[in-house]
Every structure is written in structure tokens, then in C-alpha cells.
């Protein structure tokens, strides 16, 4: 397989570098700036024998270097910077967006894009309109980085090891996310039966604030291994035909009562992208809170065709 990575910044070469650990894929990772993606491709190419993978990495200025590519991961664009909002970030980055989907899609026209760029849902919403593919083989990466941060959060309050928590995130990646405590588990236990309703809270907040916090720590630039790891376990499930069932970016069609917007739901992963998104029990009041994030996410793709 073929996996292009456009923006070979922080959140690109980590996605690139974790991909080429995984042996099972090509690698192309493209930025504007000149040398950058060369110089970063070669240095992984230097880590090959150390790491022990084989796979090929082109560092490259040249949309040709990308046809092909099965998979297409886009991470160009400006990060916040402290005191932003990602929805600061809305017309920058849909400048780029628009001039990365023209140049990178003609080349490869069967692949499946993941947007990780920021603000993400809206980021979705303008690559899969501009891109003109099937709304499945458009998705982004919000919801896997939410709910992990989340696990973590959880498990650091708990004092048990992330991999017994499981707990889930959806809606959109920003305030409006939504969490459902209902569906959250330790070691099988509901989580609301181990912590009170104002830890729970806390929690939950740290989560919706979890980029603004490493923002504010790094002061340049925003968070890349969680993100990195995010994307590719996404595309891990597209590479494996996995029919994974993770929380990502979806074009919706009337699930949970939404139509026709992108939004954060839980959606079975694999080789055709998007193959189903799937319907979880919700109450009425998880419900309102999804549909109130899918209202939100439609209004500010409204704003996008102001720009
Ligand atoms: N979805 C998420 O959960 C999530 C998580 C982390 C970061 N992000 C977002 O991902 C984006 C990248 O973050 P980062 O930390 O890697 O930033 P970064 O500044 O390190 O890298 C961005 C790269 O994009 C390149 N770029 C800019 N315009 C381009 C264009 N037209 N074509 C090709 N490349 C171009 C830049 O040269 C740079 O190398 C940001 O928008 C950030 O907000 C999203």
C-alpha cells in the first residue's frame, strides 16, 4: 500500500514515523516547504536499520511523487498557538485545505482521505466538498485522540493502567464533545460507579481542554504523539480491513436523527473507509447533546462558504 502524508510537521512526521514502524505501507510525506519533508524522510530512512522496517519514504515538494497512494492523510496547516481557538484557525486553514485536496487528489482518486488539520470537523466537511469523493472515503481524526486522552485522564485518577478503561467521545473536537459516561468501563465496572459526578465532570473538562492544556505548556506549537498515534490507528483499520468500530469525523445520513454533516459518531473502520456508522444506545439527553454539536459544526461549514 501507499500512504500519503501531506504537511510534514509535527503531526505528520509522527503519523509518518509510526506507519513506518508498522512495515506495511509505502510512505510519501509532502510539505511546501522546500526541504523539510526531504530532510525528515531521510533521517527515518537513517532509523531503518535500527528500527528494522522496510518499507519505502519519499520526502518530496512534487504532488506527482503522490499518485497513487491508497490512503491520503492530511496534516498541512497552522497549529494554535496559546489562547487560540481552533476555530481560530478556520480561514487559514481552508485556504490550505482547498489548494492541498486540488493537488493531491487528481493523482490519486481512489484513495481514502483522513483530515487531521484543525478546526477539524469543518476541515472534514470542506475536503469531502472538495474534494468530490464518496462522503466515505472522507473522514477525520478527532474522536480516537479525545477518547484516549479521556482513558488516560481516567485511568490517572483511578491509579489503574489505560488499557482496562474504555470510554468513548463524540460529537465535534472542541467544546461540544460529547462524552457518555453510560458507555465508559474499568475493568468492566461503569465508571459512574467509581467516581462521583463532580470528578466525572472534571474529567470530562481536562478531556474538552486536553489540546489547550499542551498548548499552553508547549507555548509553540500543539500536541503531535497522541495525535500521530490517533491517525494511525485509523489507518491501521483501513490498511487491515479491520472493521474496527472507532470514534471518528463521519458524514452523517441520519444516524442518532442527523443528517447531512459532518460529525464525531462511532463508525466501523475498514478498506472501503466509512462502512457503517454505528448506533449506540443513547438517552434523550446524550442525544440532544450530539445534535446540538451536529448543529453547530453545520452553522460553522455555513460560515466556510462566506470565506
Ligand atoms: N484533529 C486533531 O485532533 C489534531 C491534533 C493535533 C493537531 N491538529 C492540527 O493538525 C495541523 C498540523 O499540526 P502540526 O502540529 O503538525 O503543525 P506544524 O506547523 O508542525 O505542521 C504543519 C505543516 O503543514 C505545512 N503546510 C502548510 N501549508 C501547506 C500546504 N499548502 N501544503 C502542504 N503543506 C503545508 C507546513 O509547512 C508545516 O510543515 C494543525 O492544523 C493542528 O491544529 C489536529
Redesign the pocket.
Known sequence: MKITV???????QTAAMRMLERNYADVVL????EG?PQGIALDLKEAAPVEGYEPAIVGTNDYADTAGSDIVVI??????KPGMS?MD?LGM?AG?MS??IAKVTPGSPDAIVIV???P?DEMTFLAAESSGFPKERVL???GV??SARLRYFIAEELGVSPNVVHAMTLGS?GDAMVALPRHATVDGKPLPELVDEAALERLFQRTRDG?AEIVALLKT????YA?GS?VVAMVDAIVNDAKAVLPVCAWTTGQYGVSDVYLGVPARIGRGGVEEIVELDLNDGELAKLREAAEGIRAKCADLKQL
Open positions: 501531506v504537511g510534514s510537521g509535527f503531526v505528520g509532502i510539505d511546501i516547504v523539510k496534516t498541512a496547516g497552522l497549529p494554535r481552533r484557525l486553514n490550505i489548494d492541498v487531521v488539520s484543525n477539524l477525520g481524526m478527532a485522540l479525545d473536537h489540546g506549537g500543539s500536541a503531535y495525535p490517533s
